[in-house]
């Protein structure tokens, strides 16, 4: 069942989430950067400078590492750091999130965040698939980068492997039914039979919960929707509610606004069902960090409209790399005349150290991007978690 389904908790539920989360937050040791001051205002300053440093350094990127492996690493990195500094504010002044309006708003924030959750699946099965492509191109390597001459057989291999990329890579671009199909939740690791399904740590702290939140996507499921789903209703807050909340608006605004350009980007890099990229942030230039959230945005935007990547399956560096060197292979193994003369061989060699040089990339960044996915979804199902055992469900801690 989508995450999107616990929209149906009553209202009273939803209003009371916001001091859940709250009052259960003491149980949790709070890691977080020390912030300068004693005050709220100093607080809040030093998290809104503290989100504006790390969009400045994530907008300093060059454009050929802009939804790299590392940089996406990198931005969930600031997601994270930010998401425990806000934590830590809320635990701080929890006297004042206990009153309207802003009991509201910490409420609103936890239940769009739990709509990310499904985007945390899709983006692990985009991995999966991503994965599937570098086993081809490793076929490619091995056929071609382990032979002393290099003859029609090894060539024959090599090409198979590389339709078989072609295919694979314009099948996604048209549908993500398949990977849908098999989509699992960050709760069952990949190939795990039943008995270690249900002895994973992460079933017994939570899963009685988070069955019905995000277990996996169906065939209908829509990225584009998901992502509307997540932004909808998300606006600067008011002067009155700035006043009413003493300031505390202005980081769930914060918050509200990174996750959706997290989901945004994710969603932008990696193959995942009916992928879309119209998504619009209203953020008023007074918040320090909108300039580079907005530059990073148009940046992605305009990638996504070049020729080259317009029809891609996802925007990541490294499936453009995949794309290039599979393309540049294919027009040469079409090329080539048996024996292959010394020149062409050389040319042979050099495409072959630049599929090397993918899937060393894909080797050393898969897995800790697929780590940090999963921490970002693990978060919030802690926070939904907590929130639902002090409202009086079962205790996810006592089993």
Partial sequence: MPATDYQGSSPSSLAHFGRSILSSLGRDQVHSIPMEGSGLEADLETFQQHVTDRFLELSSAPQDDLLSLSWIGKLLDCFLCCQEEFRAILLTHRSLVFRPPLDRMVSDFFERSVKALDVCNAIRDGIEQIRQWQKLLEIVLYALGHQRSIGEGQFRRAKKALTDLAIGMLDDKDSNASVAHRNRSFGRSSGSNS????????????????????????????????????????????????????????????????????????????????????????????????????????????????????????????IYQIEKCARVMNELADSVLFPLSEEKEGEVRQRVQEISQVCDALKDGLDPFERQVRVVFHRIVRGRTEGLDSLGGRSSYSE
């Fill in 195 to 318: 008995k270690d399904h249900h002895s994973n740590n992460f079933h017994h702290r939570s899963l009685g919960h988070i069955r019905s939140l995000s277990w996996s996507v169906s065939r209908t499921w829509s990225a584009a929707k998901q992502l509307q789903s997540i932004g909808n209703n998300i606006s600067p807050p008011k002067a009155n509610d700035i006043v009413a909340s003493n300031g505390l608006a202005m980081p769930v605004f914060t918050m509200n606004s990174m996750l959706l350009f997290v989901m945004w980007a994710l969603v932008a890099a990696i193959p995942c069902q009916d992928r879309g990229l119209h998504v619009h942030f209203t953020i008023p230039r007074n918040f320090s960090w909108a300039a580079p959230l907005l530059s990073l945005h148009e940046r992605i935007t305009e990638e996504s409209r070049k020729r080259e990547r317009k029809n891609s399956c996802g925007l990541l560096q490294e």
